[in-house]
């Protein structure tokens, strides 16, 4: 019996998770580089000009293929176990403010603690990914997991196919992607392209042109300095501001501009659409539903030529339809009609405005129009 014992306890011992340590100094340009079969990837910052590597979450079995190896002031970790890995593998680094991160791993999160001053890049299949704050620039991908960010101060590229992305600043570019998750970021200091397939798009201000899609939520953004490119199948787009080109495009919703500096072009299957917008020189502007009201508000003294068109789609006959719609406005129509006839019903109205100048085509079908002084 006393002999069974001790061989069972010299078998749990064999499978008994252990840990192992190293440091490395390098000099103050440095990089990590790691690449792992499986775990999670912890990485901290300190002041001191060393490396420090932990691994846990091992027996000494799996640890023989944990590889641990300095060249210059590159210090690479990987981890490749012969029958895939056999543990809850964690790997943890704390790494000088300066040094360049390359972070790969299979099965795992990836969380970056403290201020790193350089650039980080790296991917998981199966985790997330946190980042507390970055002076660099930052590529991060995962396949099943969030991604959620501190300020960044560079450019920002990240991608997930299975989570949410939240952001605070960026000072720089960003691109981020999911296909199932809501979009949020703070603002961004210069272009921003976001997508998703799954959710909302909510973003503050951005400092230059903005592609922003999806395929299942609102869009809601602040004030865009450059062209504004926002797209949504199913929900609302709301754009509090920008100096250029706007295209807003819902099959499902309300469309809500304000202060826009430059043309819209605005066209919604099911909602209504509220603009306020002064033109620029920079060509015409249309605002389209096939379901809704048109609110346009006008600056009295822009120089525009607006057409207006109610277009009536109904069974209700044609002197039941002129009395349910209008076009009402702020300023003097130069011609306003309601006919009836074989090409199809509508009320039409035309203004010119301080002698004419960029088109502005306002269309609805079984709504008002209104054109308002701003």
Known sequence: MLLLSLVGLLILSAHADVKREQSFSVG?????????SGGDILVKTWEK?????????LDDEDMEYVKIVQTGNTVRVSYRPKWGNHGDAKFLMTVPSQCELDLRTSGGDIDLQGNLLANAKGSTSGGDITIEKIQGSVNMSTSGGDIKTGDINGKADLRTSG??????????????????GDIRIEKVGKKLDARTSGGNVEVGDIGGDATLSTAGGDVRVGRVTGNARLRTAGGDIVLNGASGIVEAKTAGGDIDLKNITGSIEAKTAGGDIDAELNPSGSGESELKTAGGNVKLFIPANAKATI????????????????????????FKADTYDKRGDDDGDEIHATYVLNGGGEVIYLETVNGNIDIRKK
């Open 163 to 180: 989570g949410n992305i939240t952001l605070a600043t960026v000072n720089g570019e960003a691109s981020v992607s999911t296909s199932g």
């Open 307 to 330: 057409e207006a068109v109610i277009r009536l789609r109904d069974d209700w006959g044609w002197s039941s339809k002129k009395n349910k719609y209008d076009i009402k406005s702020d």
């Open 28 to 36: 103050k340009t440095s990089s990590l580089e790691v690449s792992v």
């Open 49 to 57: 000009q060393e490396i420090n590597v932990i691994v846990e979450g």
